[in-house]
């Protein structure tokens, strides 16, 4: 019997699946191509409609920055608000929890590392972080999850660190993940469900360790935690409405090598961060996103990753939300880590490196099929259709939006003009258009401000020392348009172009270039 929960894509299936699932997997890629195409189209057809149908999407726009400004906001203060809090003494006074009836004493913090072929100058300060977090480190576990692909130099490296670290921590595990096993999609999904099922075998079940006192954190190996940030995952853990059916989801700030980037990197960097602030005042809109926390009960019941997956880290959240019926949401944090932006050894070759991050994160839109074909296969069994429905439709404007807004404003509005003929020039509206357009655009530009300010807010202290930096900080989101269309819109519609041909994407590993001394 198939297991729909860890279907990947079409060719896992057969017959009517197969074909059902095949044009789900065509729908994100039609909606923004039909968008894209339809627009060009009516431009020269119908130029006095989609001249309107542009100028009431700028008003939208607008209106949409004003409302996304406002959550950006609201998201900073919170988060600055809860960094204040000492969450040892919160969690000291908590005690023992009422509805689960013990106390963070008891619990065991799971941090895993999946690292393909990173260096010691990227794995030791993440390790380092941990260490000063302020966490008893004798309640934590550290898997360093390697990859047998990289060969012996990998092994070395993690042998290296477990002689390093292995002492200052209360557990402490190095696997290594074998290449070539059938069915498997080379990636960090399948190293992290190796490493995991390895600490079920060799230290979580040969101990007695209690699941339902076990947490996990899964995170990208550059990410370095700030102080407190496990305390405030207990805490939240601890008092939580039904805690084991939640992950739990930091804000990734980008500050590790912010100034070592070139400007366009940084510029999509503070962009990602800011949509995960906004994502954490509308938590029934979250998914995972990279580094997260959940507990151990959950990845167990579930059967941990899908091992065949490029978007695992939110598929992890639909595979559990799916599994258990509706009832499995994110717990947003208010808390930040931090990890680098994507950097390569020179400025084209970092273009290049961008790009494709964002199509991969692009290719999460391997979600909206996965979420609606499971959805139909568990209609009857499902209470609350109506969750599966607003999940649904969050995902299809989510990646709609990224495929087609930016060139909506920027390329596509413009088009009335160059196609509509003479006729259509001759207008008041024609005349008109630029001049509106250009009106919203330039109000619309409040939200680069906004932006422009809590990115330099949101550094650390010691990053924000000097003038010249607050004066890069602000003149490079004038480059913002370019960046989105550059990298935002075109990956966007690639991942889905890919999609919608069945085009499967591979995992490819964002590299980690960093100064050093």
């Not at 390697?146 to 290296?160: D, I, L, P, S, Y």
């Not at 496990?230 to 939580?240: D, Y």
């Not at 999509?268 to 580094?291: G, R, V």
Request: charged share 20%; with cysteine; net charge positive.
């Amino acid at each position: 019997m198939i297991d729909y929960l860890k279907v990947s894509k079409a060719t896992d299936l057969g017959g009517k699946d197969r074909r059902l699932y095949r044009l789900l997997e065509m729908l994100p890629g039609l909606l923004s191509w039909g968008t894209i195409i339809g627009l060009v189209v009516l431009s020269a057809t119908a130029p006095v409609g989609t001249a309107v149908f542009v100028i009431l999407f700028d008003v939208y726009w607008l209106l949409l920055v004003i409302f996304l400004g406002t959550h950006l906001l609201i998201s900073y203060r919170a988060i600055k608000k809860r960094m204040k809090v000492d969450w040892a003494k919160k969690c000291d006074e908590l005690g023992v929890s009422p509805s689960l009836g013990f106390d963070w004493r008891e619990l065991w913090q799971v941090i895993i590392l999946p690292t393909y072929n990173e260096g010691l100058e990227v794995i030791r300060p993440s390790l380092e972080a941990i260490i000063k977090s302020g966490y008893p480190t004798e309640k934590m576990i550290i898997v360093l999850a390697t990859e047998g692909r990289v060969g012996e130099e990998g092994r070395a490296r993690g042998a290296a660190i477990e002689r390093e670290y292995a002492s200052r921590f209360g557990k402490f595990l190095v696997t290594v993940h074998p290449d070539g096993i059938e069915g498997e999609l080379k990636g960090k999904g399948a190293n992290q469900a190796w490493a995991a099922k390895e600490l079920k075998r060799l230290i979580v079940d040969p101990e007695g360790l209690d699941y339902k006192k076990i947490l996990v954190s899964v995170f990208d190996i550059d990410t370095v935690v700030y102080p407190g940030y496990f305390h405030c995952f207990a805490h939240t853990f601890l008092t939580a409405q039904r805690p084991y059916r939640a992950s739990y989801q930091p804000v990734p700030l980008y500050h590790n090598n912010i100034w070592d980037a070139p400007f366009f990197a940084r510029v999509a960097a503070f962009s990602n961060t800011f949509w995960q602030m906004m994502q954490q005042i509308k938590p029934e809109k979250l998914a995972t996103y990279s580094s997260h926390s959940m507990t151990w009960q959950a990845l167990v019941d579930i059967g941990f990753w899908s091992t065949n997956m490029v978007s695992e880290d939110s598929r992890i959240f639909w595979h559990c939300f799916i599994f258990y019926k509706g009832d499995y949401r994110v717990e947003p944090l208010y808390f930040p880590v931090s990890m680098d932006i994507c950097r390569d050894r020179n400025h084209w070759l970092t273009a290049g490196s961008l790009y494709r991050q964002q199509r991969r994160w692009g290719w999460g839109a391997e979600n909206i099929p996965y979420l609606i074909f499971n959805t139909i296969k568990h209609w009857k069994e499902i209470k609350n259709k109506q969750i599966f429905i607003n999940h649904i439709a969050v995902q299809i404007y989510g990646f709609h939006s990224w495929a087609t807004n930016a060139l909506i404003t920027s390329v596509i509005g413009w088009l009335p003009l160059f196609l509509g003929g003479d006729r259509f020039n001759a207008t008041v509206l024609s005349s008109n258009l630029p001049d509106v357009t250009r009106w919203l655009m330039t109000l619309a530009m409040v939200g680069m401000i906004v932006s422009a300010v809590i990115s330099i807010l949101i550094l650390p202290k010691d990053y924000r020392s000097h003038l010249r930096q607050y004066f890069i900080i602000i003149v490079q989101w004038v480059f913002l348009p370019v960046v989105i269309v550059l990298f935002g819109a075109f990956p966007g519609i690639e991942a889905q172009t890919r999609l919608m041909f069945g085009k499967y994407m591979g995992f490819w590993v964002t590299p980690k270039h960093r100064k050093t001394e």
